[in-house]
C-alpha cells in the first residue's frame, strides 16, 4: 500500500532500488562485506564495527566477520525489552563471535536506567564486550525516503540515563556515538 503503483510488478526489487536512489543489499552478507572493505581501502579505514540494522540480524552480521576477521569487529543489537534479550546476547557473544552488544533505547522504548534491563549489561560485563548504546536523534534514511513515519520516541535518548548502569557496571564499557547526537553536553 505504501508505494502502490510506484514498483513495477516485474521488477520490485529493481523499482525500488530506483526510487531510494540506493543500490540494495543481496541475500549474501559475504558479498556486501566485500563490497564494505573495497570502499574502506579507498578510504584508508583499517577496522571498523559492524552492527545489524535490525534486531534478529546477527547471523548476517557474523557471516560478515568471519570473512573478513582482520578488518570486522561485530556487535549484536538486542532489544532488552525482549524475553529473549540476555540469551539471543549470550548467544552472538559466545557462538557466533561477535565481540559487543549494540542498544537503541529510542527505537525500542527502553529506558537505559531501568533495572528490569540490568541482565543486559550483566551479560556484557561476563562477557567482557563493550555496551554501544545510541542516545540522541535517531533517524533511518530509507524509511524518510519511502515516506514510513517514524515511531522512535525521543523521551528515551538523554546520555543521562546511563549514569546509573554506568555505577552498578563499572567494568563495562559503554560507547556513546556521536556525541549523543544532539545531546553533547549530557554525553
Known amino acids: 500500500r505504501l508505494l502502490k503503483g510506484e514498483l513495477s510488478r516485474d521488477d520490485p526489487y529493481g523499482a525500488l532500488q530506483k526510487k531510494l536512489g540506493w543500490e540494495l543489499p543481496g541475500k549474501d552478507p559475504t558479498e556486501l562485506a566485500a563490497r564494505w572493505v573495497e570502499e574502506m581501502d579507498g578510504q584508508g579505514v583499517e577496522r571498523m564495527v559492524l552492527m545489524p540494522g535490525v534486531v534478529g540480524d546477527e547471523e548476517s552480521v557474523s557471516a560478515a566477520v568471519k570473512a573478513y576477521p582482520e578488518r570486522f569487529t561485530g556487535y549484536v543489537m538486542i532489544d532488552p525489552t525482549q524475553d529473549d534479550a540476555v540469551s539471543r546476547a549470550h548467544r552472538a557473544l559466545t557462538d557466533l563471535g561477535l565481540r559487543g552488544i549494540t542498544l537503541f533505547p529510542a527505537m525500542h ?79
Request: proline share 9%.
Open 109 to 187: 522504548h527502553f529506558y537505559a536506567w531501568d533495572e528490569r534491563f540490568f541482565p543486559v549489561y550483566e551479560e556484557a560485563n561476563r562477557q567482557g564486550v563493550p555496551v554501544f548504546v545510541h542516545f540522541g536523534i535517531l533517524k533511518m534514511g530509507i524509511r524518510d525516503r519511502l515516506g514510513i513515519p517514524s515511531k522512535f520516541d525521543m523521551r528515551f535518548s538523554n546520555p543521562l540515563d546511563l549514569s546509573l548502569p554506568a555505577r552498578e557496571f563499572p567494568e563495562v564499557q559503554f560507547i556513546i556515538p556521536h556525541f549523543g547526537c544532539g545531546f553533547f553536553r549530557e554525553t
